[in-house]
């Protein structure tokens, strides 16, 4: 890679990260490119010379989102096919824990954003492509490799039960409250045997 593309990256990458933070902090209407080039301590204009308009700057905010969200909750070692429903379960409980106890902030930016998708088809249109190679294509194999005869209905299920946790424990009536590791794995452990058997 060039010097000077690393460099535009960099500052996309500071950008967007800029425009999570404030999101997360200040709600959309903390979100300016002004605001962004104070909080990112860039030159004033930068912001706009990278995502002139705001639904560029949303745009940023929304693929880099799905990155640092990947990075996250994203099992690291996903057990092999076969190794068992309570593998599964510990595998999701790591990666839904660790977002809870240390990028709480991604989850309020990311329920910002998704409201703001619904009145901005052009923001839905990315939100949607990016959660969907991010999150919604691997849990779909992930249900089949452990033997799901309905792997796009148990995905869902799946998807529905963590953004539940997520969203109860961020922003809902449970917001003060982190689940256990343990309280985790034993509540994916009920709902993966009551959807696959086992």
Do not use: K
Request: with cysteine.
């Amino acid at each position: 890679m060039a010097p000077s593309t690393a460099r535009t990256t960099a500052r996309g990458e500071l950008i967007a990260d800029t425009a999570i933070d404030l999101l997360a902090e200040r709600g959309l209407r903390g979100l300016t490119h002004r605001a962004v080039d104070e909080a990112a301590g860039l030159p004033q204009g930068s912001t706009s010379n990278h995502a002139r308009t705001r639904e560029a700057l949303l745009e940023a905010a929304v693929r880099r989102l799905a990155v640092r969200e990947a990075r996250v909750l994203g099992p690291r070692e996903m057990p092999e096919p076969g190794a068992g429903l309570d593998a599964l379960a510990e595998a999701v409980a790591l990666a839904l824990h660790r977002y809870l106890t240390r990028h709480r902030h991604l989850a309020i930016a990311r329920y910002e954003l998704a409201l703001e998708a619904t009145r901005r088809p052009a923001l839905r249109a990315i939100y949607d492509r990016a959660g969907t190679s991010a999150f919604r294509e691997p849990l779909v194999a992930m249900m089949a490799a452990a033997g799901s005869t309905a792997p796009e209905r148990h995905a869902l299920s799946l998807v529905a039960w963590c953004d539940g946790v997520m969203f109860s424990c961020t922003a809902g009536s449970y917001h003060s409250t982190v689940p256990t590791l343990e309280e985790l794995r034993a509540g994916l452990g009920e709902l993966l045997r009551g959807a696959l058997g086992g």
